[in-house]
Structure formats: C-alpha cells, structure tokens
C-alpha cells in the first residue's frame, strides 16, 4: 500500500508537473493569443481587469478586421500561394525522389547531395540577389515571384522526405510488375506511388505549411497591400506607424493560425509518423 | 494474378518503352525539373549574390567592382561586428537550451500517460503554426505597459517591479532567446524522441539487472545511442537559428542600440531599407562560411552511418 502511494507520488513529481509545465509554456501564448482576439477594447486595455479572463466576449475585433482591411485576400493569397507551390514541389519531388531511390545512374549520388545540400541553405542567404532575379523576370510585386521561389526550399525538401520512403517500398513489386510488362514509370504510378501515400502526404501537407508560413522572400518581394501573403500582411499591414491595434492584431493572427493548425490536427498521424521517419533519416 | 489487366491497359508502344528501358535516361528525365529549378534560383542566385557582394552596388545604380572592399569595411564596422557577437550568443543559447529542453520533454512523452497523442499534438503547436504570427503575441505579451508576462509575475509576487522586456539591451537578447527557444523545443523533442523509441528495451533491463538505475541508466545508455539523432538535429537548429530573421525582426527589429540585431535582420536592414545592395549582399554571405562547417560536419556524420 505504502510501495504504491510513492510510486504514484513519484509519478506527479517526475511526470506530470514538468509535462504541465512545459504544456503551460508551450501554449500560454496561444491563450493569450485567443482571448485578446475576444476582448472589445475597453476590457483589453484594462489593467484592473481580470486579465487572464475574458469578461465579455466580442466579435468586434473580427469584424473590424473583416470591415476595415483585406483579411479575406490575404488569406486566399496565402491559400493560393501555399496550394499551388505544394502541388508542384510535390510532383517534382516525387520525380526527383524515385529517381534517387531506385534508378542507377551516372550522377545520381552527387544530385541526391546537392539535394540534401540545398536543404539545408537558410533563405536568407540568397533573398538579396533572388529579389533582382524575380525582378528581371518581371514578377516583382506579383504572387507568382513566391509561386515560383518557394520550390527552390520545398523541391528539395519533398525529394529527401520520399526518397526515404520509395526506399522502405520493397522492390520485388514493382520488380514483378514490370516483368508483367508494365514499363518503369507505370510500375511506379501504380505500384510505388499508392504504397507511398503516408509519405506523400506528410510531405504535401509540410510544404503547405511551410509556404503558408514563409517569411522573408514575401517580405522583400512583394510590397503592394492586396498581394501580400498572411505571415507578412498581419504585422506589415495592421501596425500602423507606432499604433499597435492589439486587438486586430491577435484577432487576425489566430484566423492565420488556424487553417495550419486545423491542416495539421487532421492529418495528426501521418504527421507524427512522417515526421518521426523524416528525423531518423535525417 | 493481375498482370493480364495491365497488359490489356498497356498497348505495345514499342519507341516509348526503349526509351523508358534505359534507365539512365529515365533518371536524367525524372531529376531534371527539379535540377532546374534548383540552378536557376539557387545556383544563379548564389554566384550572383557573390559578384553583387564584391561590387559597391545601391538601390537603382548598378555599381562598380570593388573586389573585397565590402567585406573588409564591414570587419572593421563596430556594427557589424556587434552583429556576429549577437549572432554567436542567439545561436549559441538558443541551440543549447532547445537541446536541455528537447531532451527532457523527449525523456517525458516517452512515458504512457492518457491523452499522450493529445499531448504530444498540442506541444508541437508552437513549431506549426505561422511564426511571424506567435512572435506578434509573444511582442504583446512583451509589451511595455500592458506585458501580461509581467501582470502574472508581479501577481504571484516573484517580481517587485516590471521587467523592461524588450526595452534594455540585455532584457531584448533574452527575450528573443525565450521566443526562439519556445518556437524551437517541439523540434528537438520529436525527433529526439523518434530516436528514444528506436532503443531497444532489453538493453535498459540487461543494465538493471547489472545495477544501474535512473540517471546512470540515461547518461551511459540513452545518451550514447542518442548521439546521432541529436547531433543531425542540433546541426539543423544551428544553421537556421545562425540564419533566423523573423524573431528578431517582429520583436525588437534588431534594436534596442543594436543589441540584437543578427546576420539577416542586418543584411535586411542595409539592403533593403538602406539601398546599400552591394554591402548587404555581403553581410548574407557571413552566413555561407557557417553554412559550410554544418554542411561538412553532418556529410561527415551521415557518411559513418
């Protein structure tokens, strides 16, 4: 009896208060984040209030956000942006990575490390010379100077991902199917790529987030209002000189959160195992 | 078994598939738009950024070639050197605390307990979601006159007065510590608990019944089978903390009296806002000589595997 109560104290003290305080660290901000959003001014900037509560809740903030700025275009920027980049990263990626992982040839192995290479490059080593690069391209200004600068960071990233996987594929199937007659690039849209899905997936869905939160080359590319994306747009747009709208600001920070945290919560589990995967292979 | 259906979906295109036959040529054909894109905006790019560097380029003129001229002025900028100490202390105790932190929440999510699932989803939001976006809560709950950070503390009676979060020197560099570490655990921790999960049972109860316990247990069992996870993972965390932008950007935009201002938010700075291309290109490329120790260590990390 006396053995099983130390254990169960122990238990508290070695697990579940570090776990609570690491929960409360990782997510106060959010809190704070949501009930900023729900608060009308008066309330929000009340120092004698209850402030870790909210007293009454409002959707005034939203709605001046939806009234008074360009929220909605934001957000399909972003959508757009996001959707579109994934989707190519992703088809050029599984070309890149099934090539890597199954085919012999000459280069093969130096192309897979200029891969791993690139992915590693932090964008804010090249944003100054790829400005002038989408400038002469005439795209300055536009969404399609991210649509077509994100690739160069999700391209590489999708390819090292799915080599990984296309890897635990056993080869004997698509070895079969193609004595059956079917040619490589049909033993590999019908037979690795469906088995690859989990992989596919995870990398599809983590380049879309990592679009949709992409910072620097929105902000050094892209300087008219309507085509800015939502990372950027909310502290560009909504910080007016010296006036901080706090209220606004955490309103339109959360509906930036959301769609990747929803995107996210869905696909939980592939999420969790690619993710696992990707940091074993690393 | 099904190889009849696929014959029958097949016609014979005899031209297509001795094409396809060769293998090499599939390759090439596979890894080729991909190999584009990567030339044309990461090779181009770099070689440009290097002769932009090595010219005295502003906004709106081309410039002239002054070989070296911008990297020497900037080493004996007191700016910029200040600059590479920020960066140094940023980097260095960002990735350290991440990797304490990391390992012991890895240690901790590697116990059952209800709602795990729940838990370890909920702990990987900081990492998900848009950072620019946290780091605009993080800047209000930094706030000079309403810092909810500092109501909770001088509530339960730990502080006597406000602490200046982002208005001393020494309170901004750690306060974008704080937010870049918060952003970064989740990271150390999945991963580093991908690695926990791949130990095999036996060798803890092998050492058991040898005597070992708790922290003796960890220290000359699970530290050195962790060894290559955490070194990928803190290379990673250090050439992109090395290179952040975002945090500091948001939160103090370099200042307060450069305090901390980084690489990147400087290039920024002097690039963008400045016009002074040619010098700000050469700012970015201080970040290339740590990019190619990380790149070097973990080739030569992933090689021994």
Redesign the interface.
Known sequence: MRRKHIRKIKRILGLYIPLSAFLFFALFPFYWMLISSFKANPELYNLQAKRLLVKEPTLEQFKELFDKTAILRWLWNSFFVSFLTSLISLALGIMAGYALARLKFPGAQTFGLATFITYLVPTTLLFIPLASVVRSFGLSNTLWSLVVTYPTFLIPFCTWMLIAYFKSIPKDMEECAMIDGCNRIGAMVRIVLPMAIPGIVFSGMFSFTLSWNEFVYALTFISDTTHKTMSVAVPTELIRGDAYFWGELMAASLLGSVPVALLYSFFMDYFVSGLTAGALKG | MR?VG??ER?PARPW??RF??H??L???T??S???F??LL??A???L??VS?SLSDRVLGEPGKFIWIGNFTKLLQDTFFLQTVRNSFIYTISTVSLKLL?GL??AV??N?E?PYR?L????????W???????V???L??F?SL?S?IN??LLGLGLISKKIPWLGNPFWAMVSVIIVNT?RG??FFA??I???L??IPRELYEASEVDGARGFRKFWHITLPLLQP?IA??VL?ST??T?????IV??LTHGGPLNATQI??TM??DV??VAGR?GE??AI??F??PA?LV??IL??RY?RRD
């Open positions: 190889s696929w014959r097949l297509l598939n396809i036959k293998e090499a599939t390759g090439y596979l890894i738009p991909g190999l894109f990567m905006l990461l181009y790019p770099f440009l950024a932009i932190l012991i929440l901790l999510l116990h307990f699932n838990v370890r989803g909920a702990l990987l939001l900081p998900i979601v848009p950072t620019s976006l946290s605009l809560t993080w209000w709950m706030d309403f909810i109501y909770v918060w655990v989740p999945v991963s608990l991908a690695g999960m791949t996870v990928v993972v990673f050439i992109w090395f290179a952040d932008f975002q950007y948001i690489f990147a290039a920024y690039a963008l291309i700000g290109s970015s490329l970040l290339f990019l990380v790149i973990m080739l992933l």
